[in-house]
């Protein structure tokens, strides 16, 4: 049984996107940030909803509902980035309304079978009071491809942000 199965006092992220509501462990969540601004550079691909000029570092703002699978949405002022901790970095992800923190022992787990669903994100099913949140396992939200991209483009675009601070002798 997984640490959080056994509700030792983790605590999830819970927010709203296309009439769902999901969670990630806190601990893959570095901050959240209210919906902002964000640059749209030539050949941005349709998965990134842009770059989040985040003290002065590019982070790439993934669009949410396109990674889960769910029919393209707008996205309000209510909505939010989850700058979301990684392996090569950080990256963001547009989301609609962030409900807040909760402690996982507050809901009841249902673990889901990793091997029958959406490369295996999808790690438990918590409820409470009726209220249902798909937890989410952010390290297998991409695949190692679509990492690499990332990485790449990452790269170019803080290079790109340089060339603002640069100024000619």
């Not at 919906?35 to 003290?55: S, V």
């Amino acid at each position: 049984m997984d640490a959080a199965a056994k509700g030792d006092g983790l605590a999830v992220v819970t927010f709203r996107l296309g009439g769902h509501s999901f969670g990630f462990g806190a601990e893959w969540v570095a901050e959240v940030v209210p919906n902002a601004w964000l640059a749209r550079p030539p050949a941005l691909p349709a998965m990134a909803a842009g770059l989040l000029d985040l003290g002065g570092t590019a982070i790439t703002v993934l669009r949410g509902d396109l990674l889960l699978g769910l029919p393209e949405q707008s996205f309000g002022l209510d909505a939010s980035i989850l700058v979301m901790k990684g392996q090569k970095g950080r990256v963001g992800l547009l989301t609609g309304r962030v409900d807040g923190v909760r402690d996982l022992q507050s809901f009841t787990y249902q673990p889901v079978d990793g091997e029958n669903n959406f490369q295996g994100c999808l790690r438990a099913q918590l409820v409470s009071d009726g209220f249902v949140v798909h937890l989410l396992d952010w390290p297998r939200m991409l695949g190692a491809e679509e990492q690499a991209r990332l990485a790449e483009f990452e790269d170019r675009a803080t290079q790109r942000l340089a060339l603002w601070d640069d100024t000619p002798s």
